[in-house]
T-cell receptor
Framework: QKEVEQNSGPLSVPEGAIASLNCTYS??????FFWYRQYSGKSPELIMS????GDKEDGRFTAQLNKASQYVSLLIRDSQPSDSATYLC?????????????FGPGTRLSVLP | NAGVTQTPKFQVLKTGQSMTLQCAQD?????MYWYRQDPGMGLRLIYY???????DKGEVPNGYNVSRLNKREFSLRLESAAPSQTSVYFC??????????FGEGSRLTVL
């Protein structure tokens, strides 16, 4: 069974700090990796996608992928209270977008003013 | 642009009752999904449909049936509801970049 694991948290960081969220996956053949943000009582929304090894930056967010270690991370720089949410890591095992996306349990982030 | 629309948003059922959750998307996406979300367990796939006319089981299909009525609509049916099916249900659709677009969710309680 393909698995995606995350530290459930809560992860608490002070405002302005860097928040580091981690995710590991079991299927070595996985091709596509995503980070979703979910506010309490709301639906998930995509914030980052990454497909190749290395870093991908978008504003305050940086996704990092290491396929050899089967590890994906999300860094949030200059964390704001509005970043407080649950962050879900998702993996598309075969790179076929018509197939299954496997989600981790999510990490709850709390940014303290 | 409505995106993905789910109905109903809230439902309370008694054990053994049946119901259908409706989902429609107006983005011309081929793939549609039904997930359930329980505390501490993330999103678990119930069924998905890669294209009109096809459906496949996900991780937790037992107790559910689906219908891909046309390209826009993908419904989820509970034939005989059980308390273990108390959850928040999300419908999603997928454009071929891999991004999932989610509906607002349907909160179901089975007594």
């Amino acid at each position: 069974q393909k698995e995606v694991e995350q530290n459930s948290g809560p992860l608490s960081v002070p405002e302005g700090a860097i928040a580091s969220l981690n995710c590991t996956y079991s299927d070595r053949g996985s091709q596509s990796f995503f980070w979703y943000r979910q506010y309490s009582g709301k639906s998930p929304e995509l914030i980052m996608s990454i497909y190749s090894n290395g870093d991908k930056e978008d504003g305050r967010f940086t996704a990092q992928l290491n396929k050899a270690s089967q590890y994906v991370s999300l860094l949030i720089r200059d964390s704001q209270p509005s970043d407080s949410a649950t962050y879900l890591c998702a993996v598309n095992p075969a790179g076929n977008y018509g197939q299954n996306f496997v989600f981790g349990p999510g990490t709850r982030l709390s940014v303290l003013p | 642009n409505a995106g993905v629309t789910q109905t109903p948003k809230f439902q309370v059922l008694k054990t053994g009752q049946s119901m259908t959750l409706q989902c429609a998307q107006d983005m011309n996406h081929n793939s549609m999904y039904w997930y359930r979300q329980d505390p501490g367990m993330g999103l678990r796939l119930i069924y998905y449909s890669a294209s009109e006319g096809t459906t496949d089981k996900g991780e937790v299909p037992n107790g559910y049936n689906v219908s891909r009525l046309n390209k826009r609509e993908f419904s989820l049916r509970l034939e005989s509801a059980a308390p273990s099916q108390t959850s928040v249900y999300f419908c999603a659709s997928n454009r071929n970049t891999g991004e999932l677009f989610f509906g607002e969710g349907s909160r179901l309680t089975v007594l």
